[in-house]
Nanobody
């Protein structure tokens, strides 16, 4: 089992920055890929934002490229999403998720609201 707790969400003006954190506990040695996803208001599906593989390869959703950066601190079992130049359309609940060989685990989500 892996437990995930996100933090760092909040209210920010357009153009501002936020840093999301994801802390993992439990069977962290089984974690392969780590990702950040978000659920935009009015949409049922969560959408992929950024992923970092066990080998360190990062991939980003086109709309956040150049603005968001995913990173990890393996020693502390923490992962981060640095979000710069935030836009109104980035407003969403952001989730940290990890994949093991057997299954995925999700955090409870943290709200990010970008205001004009």
């Amino acid at each position: 089992q892996v437990q995930l707790v996100e933090s760092g969400g909040g209210l920010v003006q357009a153009g501002g920055s936020l840093r999301l954190s994801c802390a993992a506990s439990g069977s962290t040695s089984t974690i392969n890929n780590i990702g950040w996803y978000r659920q935009v208001p009015g949409k049922q599906q969560r959408e992929y934002v950024a992923v970092i593989s066990s080998g360190g390869t990062t991939t980003y959703r086109d709309s956040v490229k150049g603005r968001f950066t995913i990173s990890r601190d393996s020693a502390r079992n923490m992962w981060f999403l640095q979000m710069n130049s935030l836009k109104l359309e980035d407003t969403a609940v952001y989730y940290c998720a990890v994949a093991t060989r057997i299954r995925e685990y999700w955090g409870q989500g943290t709200q990010v609201t970008v205001s004009s």
